[in-house]
C-alpha cells in the first residue's frame, strides 16, 4: 500500500501543472469575470504556483516523512477537486453559449455568483491556503518551477534507439534452442513444444524473439507465427491470432464461427513445417490447451511451439520437450546492458562511474530489464553523487518481498520528467499486453491534454520524443512490429499502482481500476477549454 502512495503523489507534481495550465486558459479567456469567480481564480493561481516550488523536494523527503505523504495526499485531493470546479466551469460556459443566451453580463455574473460554482470555488481556495500554510513546519526547499525539459534531442534519441535492443548474454540460450528445433526435433511426427520459463523481467520474450529470427530457423521452417497470448487463452481468440499473424491480414477478425476459423488456420498450417511462438501463456487449464493442440495438430515433420511462461506448471501441462529454464545474466552482462543505456553507443563511460555502476548492477540481480531501466536513469547523470543517489536510494528498502525488478522500476518512474509521467501512468488504461501504434499513442495523449507544443515543436513532435524517452527508459517497449509498442506486464503493475490512489472511489490493490473507469477520468479539461473559447 506503500508503494501505491509514494507513486501515486509522485504523479501529483505532474497534475498540478495540469491544473495550473487550465486555470490560466480560464483566466485569459475571461471566463473566471464571467461567473464572478475571477478573484478566487487568481488566488488559486497564485497558491498553487508556490505550492509547486516545494513539491520536487516534498516527494523526495516523503519516503522517510509520514507527515509530508499525508501533506502530499490532502494536496493531491484538492488539486482534483479544483479540477473538478474547472470542468464544472467549463460545462457551464459552454452550454449558454450554445444556447446564446440574451442575459447582459452584470445580470449573467449575479446569477452564477450564487450558484454552488462560487460556494466551492471560495471553500476549496480557503482549504488550499491552509494547506500551503502547513508546509512551513517541514522546511522545504524551493525549485525554480521553469526547469528546462529532460527530454533529450530527437537526433539524439534517435541514435539511441537505434542501439534498444541490444542484448548481452544470452547467445548461448539461443544456440540451444535453435540446436533443439533445427537438428534433434525436425524428424518428429507430432509437433514439439518447448517451454521458456522463469520470472518476470529476464528477458524470455526476448530470448524467443532472438530464436524466432535467427537466420537458421528463419531457412529451416516453412511459416513462422508469433501470438501474444497473455491471460486469453480463448481458442477462437488464439486461432484468429495466428491467422492474423501468418496472413499480415485482420480479415479474421470479422469471422464469428470456430469451424470457419479452424480450417482457414489448417489451411494455412497443413503439412507445413511451421514454428509457433506463444508468448506470455498464464493458462493452466489443461482442456483449454488440449482443445488448440488438436486444431494445430496438421503440421508436417519438426513442427514446433514455443511457450514462454512463468509458471512451471504452464510449462508441465504444455511441454512436449524439457523446458528451458531461464537464468539471469551475469554481473558483467548487466554492466554491458546498463551502460549501453546510460552511455550511448558512442560514448565511453566515465572511469569515475564505472565503479559505481558495476556496484548499482548487482542489485539487478541478473534481471535484464532492471539494467535496462538503471540505465534510463543514469543516463542524463554524469557526477559522482547522481549515480551514488541512485545506489543508495530509499527506494530499494520498501518492500523486500516483491518482485526482483520492483525496486529499479520505482527508481526509473521516480526520476522521470514530469510532462513524462501522466503519459507513462496512461497506459494503465489498456489491458496487459495490449499492442498499439505509437501514432494512435500520441494522438491519444493529445486528446486527453497530457502533452502540448513547446518551444516552437509541434505537438506530435513532443509526443514522439516523450514516446522514445520512455522506450529509452524501458517503460515502454518496442511491440514485435515495429511501428508499434506495448508495455512489459511488470511495468503494467506499475503503471496501475500509479494510478490507483488518484481516481475517486480507487483506494487499494485488490480495487483497480477497470479500462474505462480510467478513461473517464482522465484529464478532458484542454478539449472542454477548446470547444469553450471557439
Known sequence: MLLSLLLAQSMAEA??????????????????????????????????????????????????????RDWLQKLSVL??????????????????????????????KKFLHSHKIG??????????????????????????????????ASRET???????????????????????????VKENLDMSVLPIIGVGGLGKTTLAQLVFNDPRVVDHFDIRIWVCVSDNFELKTLVKA????????AKAADLQQLDVVERQLWELLCQKRYLIVLDDVWNDHQ????????????GSTGASIIVTTRQKKVADIMGTLPAHCLEGISDENCWMLLRSRAFGPEEEAFPQLEMIGKQIVKKC???????????????????????????????????????????????SYHHLPLELRQCFAYFAAFPKDHVIDKEELILLWIAHGHISSKDNIQVEDVGNQ?????????????????????????????AQSVMENKIPGVRSERNIPSVSTIREWVPRKVINLRNCSA
Open 79 to 108: 488539486a482534483y477537486e479544483i479540477d473538478d470546479i474547472l470542468d464544472e466551469c467549463n460545462t457551464h460556459v459552454s452550454k449558454l453559449k450554445h444556447t446564446r443566451s440574451k442575459l447582459s453580463r452584470l445580470s449573467l
Open 15 to 68: 497534475f498540478l501543472q495540469v491544473v495550473l495550465d487550465n486555470l490560466a486558459l480560464l483566466i485569459k479567456e475571461e471566463i473566471g469575470l464571467l461567473l464572478g469567480v475571477d478573484e478566487e481564480m487568481h488566488k488559486l493561481s497564485s497558491t498553487l504556483t508556490t505550492l509547486q516550488a516545494v513539491l520536487e523536494d516534498a516527494e523526495d523527503r516523503q519516503i522517510e516523512s509520514r507527515p509530508i
Open 466 to 494: 516523450i514516446c522514445n524517452e520512455l522506450l529509452l527508459r524501458s517503460l515502454l517497449q518496442p511491440s514485435f512490429r515495429k511501428i508499434s509498442i506495448s508495455m512489459h506486464d511488470l511495468v503494467h503493475d506499475l
Open 365 to 411: 540481480v541478473g534481471v535484464p530489464l532492471a539494467a535496462k531501466a538503471l540505465g534510463g536513469i543514469l543516463r542524463f547523470k554524469r557526477t559522482q553523487e547522481e549515480w551514488i543517489h541512485v545506489k543508495e536510494n530509499e527506494l530499494w528498502k520498501l518492500s523486500p518481498e516483491e518482485s526482483l525488478i520492483m525496486p529499479a522500476l520505482r527508481l
Open 242 to 249: 495466428m491467422i492474423e499473424a501468418a496472413t499480415g491480414s
Open 287 to 298: 482442456e483449454k490447451w488440449f482443445e488448440l493442440k488438436d486444431t494445430l495438430s496438421c
Open 158 to 184: 534517435g541514435s539511441l534507439l537505434n542501439h534498444i535492443d541490444q542484448i548481452y548474454g544470452r547467445e548461448e540460450d539461443r544456440d540451444k534452442i535453435v540446436e533443439i528445433l533445427v537438428n534433434d
Open 119 to 152: 460556494r466551492r470555488m471560495k471553500r476549496v481556495t480557503k482549504k488550499l491556503e491552509g494547506v500551503a500554510a502547513e508546509r512551513a513546519k517541514f522546511h522545504l526547499r524551493e525549485m525554480p518551477v521553469d526547469r528546462p525539459r529532460e527530454v533529450v
